[in-house]
């Protein structure tokens, strides 16, 4: 026979439980683009999958960037950059990412002219 309060334990292990599941998903960057030139910024891509959204992002970097967007497309100055994906639950995940500049073109060829 169970008594009220090995119901009430029971009842705690299932909310715990339910709270432990809605704090996975999936999170991750899929992809960080170089800064080019003052013209051409770098981005980062990111994924946030799961059934606790709607998510929010918090990135900050060099030169105290800040950003709310998913996906960051206007990165100015190489560096570590991070981000904060916290979900309608409140668990939060914190990512880094380094994004640098894009090495320099190296031209190369022949010079031909009339003789």
């Not at 105290?64 to 497309?73: C, D, L, M, V």
């Not at 990165?75 to 990412?97: D, H």
């Amino acid at each position: 026979m169970k008594t009220a309060m090995t119901k009430k334990i029971a009842i705690a292990q299932l909310l715990i439980h339910i709270a432990i599941v809605a704090c996975y998903g999936q999170i991750a960057i899929t992809e960080v683009t170089c800064i080019c030139s003052p013209g051409t910024p770098g981005r980062v891509s990111l994924s946030a999958q799961g059934t606790a959204g709607p998510f929010r992002f918090v990135w900050s970097g060099p030169g105290g960037y800040i950003s709310y967007n998913q996906n960051p497309t206007n990165i100015t100055t190489p560096g570590q950059y991070t981000v904060s994906v916290t979900n309608a639950y409140g668990c939060a995940v914190v990512l880094q990412s380094s994004v640098p500049a894009c090495a320099p073109m190296e031209l190369q060829g022949d010079i031909q002219g009339e003789k």
